[in-house]
C-alpha cells in the first residue's frame, strides 16, 4: 500500500458538498506543499466535532450537550417556537436580536423531488416538541424559496390542527432566498410583522 494517502486525501476531500475532483486535488496539494500545520489542524478539528457534535435533545440544532444553551437559557420566551431550516438559519434570527423565544431546527427541508419527506426532516420530532403544552405560537421561518415555502404550509397545516397559533415571518424577506444571506434588519421586520397563517 504504497502511495495511497494522497488518493485517499482527495477521495474524502470529495465528499464535501460541490467540490469536484480538480478541487479536491488542489486543496490536497497546497495543504501538502503550503500548509502542513493547517492540515493537522483541520484533521483534529474534524475528528472533534465529528466525535463530540450532537443534535439538542429539544430544539435539535448541533450542540455538544445533551440540551443547547439556548434551550436552557431560562430568559426565553418557552411559549415560542420559530422552525428553520439550518443552524446557520437559527444564527442569523438570533443576530437581529429581535426575537427571545425558542427555536426548533428542522436540519433540512422538504423536498420530494430529491426524495426528502417528512421521516427525513423530523417533523413528528418537531410536533412532539411543540405539543409539549407550553408553546403556543409557533414562527415559520423557512426559506422563502418554493421547498422552504412547501415546508412552512404542511407543519402550518398540522400545528394548527394541533390548536397552536401559526404564524410566518412577513413577506419583504425577498421571495427565493435563504435567511442566512439576508440582512439583519430585514429579519427583525418580518419578525416583527409576522403574519397569522
Ligand atoms: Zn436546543
Keep these: 500500500m504504497s502511495d495511497a494517502s ?44 465529528a466525535t463530540r457534535v450532537r443534535h439538542c435533545a429539544q430544539c435539535n440544532t448541533f450542540t455538544e450537550a445533551e440540551i443547547c444553551p439556548t434551550c436552557l437559557d431560562p430568559h426565553r420566551d418557552r411559549t415560542k417556537l420559530c422552525v428553520v431550516e439550518t443552524p446557520a438559519d437559527q444564527a442569523a434570527v438570533e443576530r437581529t436580536a429581535a426575537y427571545r423565544g425558542l427555536y426548533f431546527v428542522l436540519m433540512g427541508k422538504l423536498s420530494p423531488l ?14 412532539a416538541r411543540a405539543g409539549d403544552g407550553v408553546v ?6 423557512t426559506n422563502f424559496t ?25 413577506r ?16 427583525a421586520h418580518a419578525l416583527v410583522e409576522r403574519r397569522e397563517k
Excluded at 43 to 49: K, R
Excluded at 114 to 127: E, M, Q, S, T, Y
Excluded at 147 to 169: C, S
Excluded at 176 to 186: A, I
Design 6 to 49: 494522497l488518493p485517499a486525501l482527495i477521495e474524502a476531500l470529495r465528499r464535501l458538498p460541490g467540490v469536484g475532483v480538480k478541487s479536491a486535488s488542489r486543496m490536497a496539494f497546497h495543504m501538502l506543499q503550503h500548509d502542513r500545520e493547517g492540515a493537522l489542524l483541520l484533521a483534529q478539528a474534524l475528528q472533534q466535532a
Design 114 to 127: 430529491d426524495g426528502i419527506g417528512p421521516k427525513d426532516i423530523g417533523l413528528a420530532r418537531l410536533f
Design 136 to 141: 403556543q405560537e409557533a414562527i415559520l421561518a
Design 146 to 170: 418554493a421547498e422552504g415555502e412547501a415546508t412552512a404550509h404542511v407543519i402550518g397545516e398540522a400545528l394548527k390542527q394541533r390548536g397552536l397559533k401559526v404564524t410566518r415571518l412577513a
Design 172 to 187: 419583504g424577506v425577498p421571495a427565493g432566498s435563504e435567511l442566512e444571506y439576508v440582512d439583519l434588519g430585514t429579519i
